[in-house]
């Protein structure tokens, strides 16, 4: 059983930077297909991001893409979301999510942290 645990979330200004952290334990992580979502008060969640095990791999939503990183550190199983150019729309409970296969749903879900961007 894997268990997920998010942390960096906070208030910062539109335009500001944060960088969320995801710890894995419980599994090895190196082989797991990593993903952050979000999800906005009264909305659905919806993707973010996601890594490949080797860290060669992302995709991103177009909505972060080239502001928002997703890197992972597999010897700390550690993934990270580095968010840049914050912007009031980015608010949302942010997750960290993996599975051990390269496609499929996602099977190991965080509890959330929380991302407030204010104008």
């Known amino acids: 059983q894997v268990q997920l645990v998010e942390s960096g979330g906070g208030l910062v200004q539109a335009g500001g930077s944060l960088r969320l952290s995801c710890v894995a334990s419980?599994?090895?992580?190196?082989?797991?297909?990593m993903a952050w979502f979000r999800q906005a008060p009264g909305k659905e969640r919806e993707f973010v991001a996601a890594i490949r095990w080797s860290g060669a791999t992302t995709i991103y939503d177009d909505s972060v893409a080239g502001r928002f990183t997703i890197f992972r550190d597999n010897a700390r199983n550690t993934m990270y979301l580095q968010m840049n150019s914050l912007k009031p729309e980015d608010t949302a409970v942010y997750y960290c999510?993996?599975?051990?296969?390269?496609?499929?749903?996602?099977?190991?879900w965080g509890q959330g942290t929380q991302v407030t961007v204010s104008s």
């Open positions: 999510a993996g599975r051990p296969t390269l496609s499929g749903p996602y099977a190991y």
């Open positions: 419980g599994h090895t992580f190196s082989g797991y297909t």
